[in-house]
């Protein structure tokens, strides 16, 4: 696609309850992230998939957090048993490469999921 | 760690006001910087960026110089437009990851 398409965009769960949450990215960006963004806070780096390679989970914030991807293509984030402080807005992006290797690509970011836990 | 700080907003001026959002950094080596904006219902854009020191990124009137005595990649418009209104996000790239900073909502009264 043209850009980076995420759904859904809003999604209201019973606390306790697991969602997936999913991201397309660019056709041919090998480099995908996921961040969290609270409200009145920064993005929160959660995990990043880099063609084939292990993924970098360094910053998914428990064992609830999971992810997903297969080759170059979708990736689904998935969080289990929801808490109350997951609610935020997952943002997935895509690059051609990763930053570290060309940083003059920078990121193309999707429009998010709205993840509102009750 | 690595991490940037941006002052707080929000940030209210008038119309052709000049603009300047503060950043700084903090890191190992010399990290790439950038600004990205996000516009009120879209996802984050890429505004400039800059990939050694004394380089100045610039795009749609906004600049930003990397200033490695200060470690400040300070962004600046000389003359803002209500359209400029937006969340701007001060980051660095490190081991292959960005960083960002917690934004500033700059708000621009017509």
């Known amino acids: 696609g043209a850009g980076v398409s995420q759904s859904p965009s809003n999604k209201v769960t019973e606390k306790g309850k697991d969602v997936e949450l999913r991201c397309d990215p660019i056709?041919?960006?090998?480099?995908l992230y996921w961040y969290r963004q609270r409200l009145g806070q920064g993005l929160e780096f959660l995990i990043y998939?880099?063609?084939?390679?292990?993924?970098?989970k360094s910053g998914l914030p428990s064992d609830r957090f999971s992810a997903e991807r297969t080759g170059e293509s979708v990736s689904t984030l998935t969080i289990q048993r929801t808490q109350q402080e997951d609610s935020a807005v997952y943002l997935c992006?895509?690059?051609?490469?990763?930053?570290?290797?060309?940083?003059?690509?920078?990121?193309?970011f999707g429009s998010g999921t709205r993840l509102t836990v009750v | 760690g690595d991490s940037v700080t941006q002052m707080e907003g929000p940030v209210t001026l008038s119309e052709e006001a000049f603009l300047t959002i503060n950043c700084t950094y903090t890191?190992?080596?010399?990290?790439?910087l950038f600004w990205y904006v996000q516009y009120p219902g879209e996802g984050l854009q890429l505004l400039l960026k800059?990939?050694?020191?004394?380089d100045k990124g610039s795009n749609k009137g906004f600049e930003a110089t990397y200033r490695k005595e200060t470690t400040s990649f300070h962004l600046e418009k000389g003359s803002v437009q209500v359209s400029d209104s937006a969340v701007y996000f001060c980051?660095?790239?490190?081991?292959?990851?960005?960083?960002f900073g917690k934004g500033t909502r700059l708000h621009i009264l017509p």
């Open positions: 056709s041919g960006h090998t480099a």
């Open positions: 800059a990939t050694k020191a004394d």
């Open positions: 980051a660095l790239n490190r081991d292959d990851k960005i960083i």
């Open positions: 998939f880099q063609g084939n390679s292990a993924p970098d």
């Open positions: 890191a190992t080596g010399y990290p790439s």
């Open positions: 992006a895509s690059s051609p490469q990763t930053a570290g290797v060309s940083p003059n690509y920078g990121y193309t």
